[in-house]
């Protein structure tokens, strides 16, 4: 197999595991990008070696693994690696942004994740200005998605990718993928320096309509992009007909992106609960 010609959105794969990685390349014929994140890499043999031995695991011990698994993913993927750094509820900016200049030295093409508060886009500020690509992870909200693109004004076309979560927001009957199509069309007019990117894609639908919708990047764990290679990868156009259920669509809002970033409403309580997960994740292997 290999990339289709009616392709435009980029293609990565949400794991933890570089096996995975060629696999899923082998698979496809290519594969542009990957995101991990400290749910996916915790699931790694790595870790989990690391967790069952008789000491418990250190901090620095989770780090040297986080490191070697991203770094044995980094040449396969020609676009990007999304590295997460640590966050919970009370972690600040300058840690966030110390942690994401020491993992922006890992490997050449890294995406360094940050959570979407307060604290994460003083970070995603901080680090785009430095030249340095992040990925903004847990949006759920168009204002979340207008305030990454005020944050980060500095960057060039590319370098701020943004998380949209489809199913988390269907796990509680909203409609995931109108939130997606209402990022896409609020970024469509603007300088392009924020790409969309698909995340928490549950189905071959969420990943089929991303690519109708032209969203800039989609991500999936490797059993979609398996049931997509199967299915011979098809590229549907703007004509697919996704088909949401009972679920209760978003109506598009007017954003100005040209507001500073802090007149908006960060707030969302899937944001909150994913900080938690994420934290719990990592904190868990280090009992
Ligand atoms: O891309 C983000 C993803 O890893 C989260 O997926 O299924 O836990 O909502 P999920």
């Known amino acids: 197999m290999k990339r289709p010609d009616n392709l435009t959105t980029k293609i ?15 698979l496809l014929g290519f594969l542009d990008g990957q995101t991990t994140n400290p749910s996916l890499v915790a699931k790694n043999p790595l870790f989990q070696e690391c967790s069952n031995g008789d000491t418990a695991c250190t901090d620095d011990d989770l780090w040297r693994a986080y490191k070697e698994i991203v770094t044995e993913i980094s040449p396969l993927v020609p676009e990007s ?3 997460e750094v640590y966050a919970d509820k009370d972690t600040k900016a300058e840690s966030m942004i110390e942690k994401g200049l020491e ?41 979340q998605a207008a305030a990454v693109y005020a944050a980060t004004k500095t960057a060039n076309p590319g370098d701020v990718y943004l998380s949209p979560f489809v199913g988390r927001l269907d796990d509680r009957n909203e409609d995931g993928m109108s939130y997606v199509k209402n ?9 392009h320096h924020v790409s969309p990117l698909v995340a928490s894609v549950r189905s071959l639908e969420h990943f089929m309509y991303s690519l109708s919708l032209g ?30 259920g009972e679920l209760v669509a978003f109506d598009y809002q007017e954003k100005n992106l040209e507001e500073d970033w802090q ?14 997960r994420f934290a719990a994740d990592w904190n868990n292997l280090l009992k």
């Open 12 to 26: 990565f794969l949400d794991g933890g595991d570089p096996n995975e990685t060629r696999e899923i390349i082998a």
């Open 81 to 83: 690696v999304s590295i």
């Open 103 to 143: 993992l922006n030295t890992w490997i050449p093409n890294a995406h360094i994740k940050l959570p979407i508060t307060t604290e994460g886009l003083k970070a995603a500020s901080a680090l785009t200005e430095q030249g340095l690509k992040v990925n903004m992870t847990l949006c759920f909200t168009q204002d």
């Open 183 to 191: 990022v896409v069309k609020m970024f469509k007019d603007s300088d």
């Open 215 to 244: 969203a800039d990047i989609v991500t999936a764990p490797g059993s979609i992009l398996r049931e997509w290679a199967e299915a011979g990868m098809p590229v549907p156009d703007s004509s697919y007909e996704y088909d949401a």
């Open 263 to 276: 007149n908006f409403d960060l707030s969302h309580e899937l944001t909150d609960k994913g900080i938690e």
